[in-house]
C-alpha cells in the first residue's frame, strides 16, 4: 500500500489530517449514520453478464509481485501460508482482472488486484492514462440495490510494467445475501467508461481475520487486526505531535505512523470528526505490513503537546 495512493472510502473524514499524510480522496459517497458492525457470511454468487475464469485454487499468487508492492515485508509469504490467497478471475474484452486477495478483518473489506488489457484499444488507454478512478460499489446481485457500506473509489496505478489495484471498503452492515463488488471506471474521458462494463467479483464466504482487543483505563476498546488498527472512539491519528507505539511482550516498543522511521509504516487512515453530531465516532489506521499480533501486548497513544500517554493493555476477555 501506498500512503500517496490510498483512496480512502469513508465519509467524514478529517480532511486536513488526510492532506497531511498526502492522501488522495475521490468520489467519497455521504452516509450520516454509521451502525455497529455486524458481519455476516457472503454468499457465493455467479458474477452477472460476464466472461468469469475460476482462478487456480493454489496456495500461491497468481501475481505474486502485485501483492508485495501494497503489503510489504513477508506479508505476502503469510497470506499464502494461512491459504489467503483468492487467485479469482474476470474478463471482459477488453481486461482481464484478478483479485488477489479478498481480505475481511471485520471492519474493512480489502482487496488487492492486477489489471490487464486484452487487446490494442485497452493497452492504448492505460499508455494514455497512469492512473484512473473506479467506482466499486458492493451490490446485492438478487435485487440489484447497493449494500448499505461506505461506497468509495479505488485507485489504479502502473509500477514495474504492471497495472495494479487496491480498494478499501469500510463495513457497516452487510445482509445475508447474494453479494458482489462491481467496477465502474471512471477516467476523465467518458468515452472509455465501457471497457471495465460487465467486470464484477463475487463476495464469497470470505474468512474472518484475526482480532486482537485492547482496553484502556476507561473501557475504551481498541482492536488489532492484520490489517489495521480500528476503534469505535475518535482518535487522533499520527502527525508530529502524535505518536502510536506497539509495545511488545520484552517491554521493547516500536512507532506505528506515516514515514516508517523506526517501526511499522501505516499507509492511510481515518477518523469521524468528533464536532459531528450525526456521527458515531470511529478511528483506523491501515498497515503496509501484516504485523505479528501475538508478540504486541499493549499500546499507547502519546501525546507530545502535554507529554501525556494514553495505554491500551491486550485484553483477556
Same mark, same amino acid.
Given at each position: 500500500?501506498? @500512503?500517496?495512493?490510498? #483512496?480512502?472510502?469513508?465519509?467524514?473524514?478529517?480532511?486536513?489530517?488526510? %492532506?497531511?499524510?498526502?492522501?488522495?480522496?475521490?468520489?467519497?459517497?455521504?452516509?450520516?449514520?454509521?451502525?455497529?458492525?455486524?458481519?455476516?457470511?457472503?454468499?457465493?454468487?455467479?458474477?452477472?453478464?460476464?466472461?468469469?475464469?475460476? @482462478?487456480?485454487?493454489?496456495?500461491?499468487?497468481?501475481? %505474486?509481485?502485485?501483492?508485495?508492492?501494497?503489503?510489504?515485508?513477508?506479508?505476502?509469504?503469510?497470506?499464502?501460508?494461512? &491459504?489467503?490467497?483468492?487467485?479469482?478471475?474476470?474478463?471482459?474484452?477488453?481486461?482481464?482482472?484478478?483479485?488477489?486477495?479478498?481480505?475481511?478483518?471485520?471492519?474493512?473489506?480489502?482487496?488487492?488486484?492486477?489489471?490487464?488489457?486484452?487487446?490494442?484499444?485497452?493497452?492504448?488507454?492505460?499508455?494514455?492514462?497512469?492512473?484512473?478512478?473506479?467506482?466499486?460499489?458492493?451490490?446485492?446481485?438478487?435485487? &440489484?440495490?447497493?449494500?448499505?457500506?461506505?461506497? &468509495?473509489?479505488?485507485?489504479?496505478?502502473?509500477?514495474?510494467?504492471?497495472?495494479?489495484?487496491?480498494?478499501?471498503?469500510?463495513?457497516?452492515?452487510?445482509?445475508?445475501?447474494?453479494?458482489?463488488?462491481?467496477?465502474?471506471?471512471?477516467?476523465?474521458?467518458?468515452?472509455?467508461?465501457?471497457?471495465?462494463?460487465?467486470?464484477?467479483?463475487?463476495?464469497?464466504?470470505?474468512?474472518?481475520?484475526?482480532?486482537?482487543?485492547?482496553?484502556?483505563?476507561?473501557?475504551?476498546?481498541?482492536?488489532?487486526?492484520?490489517?489495521?488498527?480500528?476503534?469505535?472512539?475518535?482518535?487522533? #491519528?499520527?502527525?508530529?505531535?502524535?505518536?502510536?507505539?506497539?509495545?511488545? %511482550?520484552?517491554?521493547?516498543? /516500536?512507532?506505528? &505512523? /506515516?514515514?516508517? %522511521?523506526?517501526?511499522?509504516?501505516?499507509?492511510?487512515?481515518?477518523?469521524?470528526?468528533?464536532?459531528?453530531?450525526?456521527?458515531?465516532?470511529?478511528?483506523?489506521? #491501515?498497515?503496509?505490513?501484516?504485523?505479528?499480533?501475538?508478540?504486541?501486548?499493549?499500546?499507547?497513544?502519546?501525546?507530545?503537546?502535554?507529554?501525556?500517554?494514553?495505554?491500551?493493555?491486550?485484553?483477556?476477555?
Amino acid at each position: 500500500m501506498n @500512503g500517496k495512493t490510498l #483512496l480512502q472510502s469513508m465519509t467524514e473524514i478529517d480532511e486536513k489530517l488526510i %492532506r497531511e499524510a498526502d492522501l488522495t480522496m475521490i468520489s467519497i459517497s455521504q452516509k450520516k449514520h454509521r451502525k455497529r458492525i455486524q458481519m455476516a457470511t457472503f454468499a457465493a454468487v455467479a458474477a452477472l453478464a460476464m466472461t468469469t475464469t475460476a @482462478g487456480a485454487l493454489t496456495g500461491v499468487f497468481d501475481h %505474486r509481485e502485485t501483492v508485495e508492492s501494497y503489503l510489504h515485508g513477508n506479508s505476502r509469504k503469510q497470506l499464502e501460508e494461512k &491459504g489467503l490467497v483468492t487467485n479469482y478471475v474476470t474478463e471482459n474484452d477488453y481486461f482481464r482482472l484478478t483479485a488477489e486477495t479478498i481480505l475481511n478483518d471485520g471492519f474493512q473489506i480489502y482487496m488487492i488486484a492486477t489489471l490487464e488489457p486484452l487487446e490494442e484499444t485497452a493497452q492504448e488507454f492505460l499508455a494514455m492514462h497512469n492512473s484512473f478512478s473506479v467506482d466499486m460499489p458492493i451490490i446485492y446481485t438478487d435485487t &440489484g440495490e447497493e449494500a448499505e457500506v461506505f461506497s &468509495g473509489s479505488v485507485g489504479f496505478q502502473t509500477k514495474n510494467g504492471k497495472n495494479l489495484i487496491e480498494f478499501s471498503n469500510h463495513l457497516t452492515m452487510l445482509e445475508d445475501r447474494p453479494t458482489e463488488i462491481q467496477l465502474n471506471m471512471q477516467p476523465k474521458n467518458e468515452e472509455y467508461q465501457y471497457m471495465l462494463e460487465n467486470l464484477s467479483i463475487p463476495l464469497e464466504e470470505l474468512p474472518m481475520l484475526e482480532q486482537v482487543k485492547f482496553q484502556n483505563e476507561e473501557n475504551q476498546v481498541m482492536v488489532l487486526t492484520p490489517l489495521e488498527l480500528y476503534s469505535e472512539e475518535s482518535l487522533t #491519528l499520527p502527525d508530529i505531535n502524535h505518536q502510536i507505539y506497539f509495545i511488545k %511482550r520484552d517491554g521493547t516498543k /516500536f512507532s506505528v &505512523g /506515516f514515514d516508517g %522511521r523506526d517501526g511499522l509504516e501505516i499507509s492511510g487512515g481515518a477518523r469521524s470528526d468528533p464536532a459531528d453530531s450525526e456521527m458515531e465516532p470511529f478511528f483506523y489506521v #491501515l498497515f503496509e505490513e501484516i504485523p505479528d499480533l501475538n508478540e504486541i501486548q499493549s499500546i499507547e497513544f502519546y501525546n507530545a503537546n502535554t507529554n501525556t500517554s494514553v495505554i491500551y493493555e491486550k485484553s483477556t476477555e
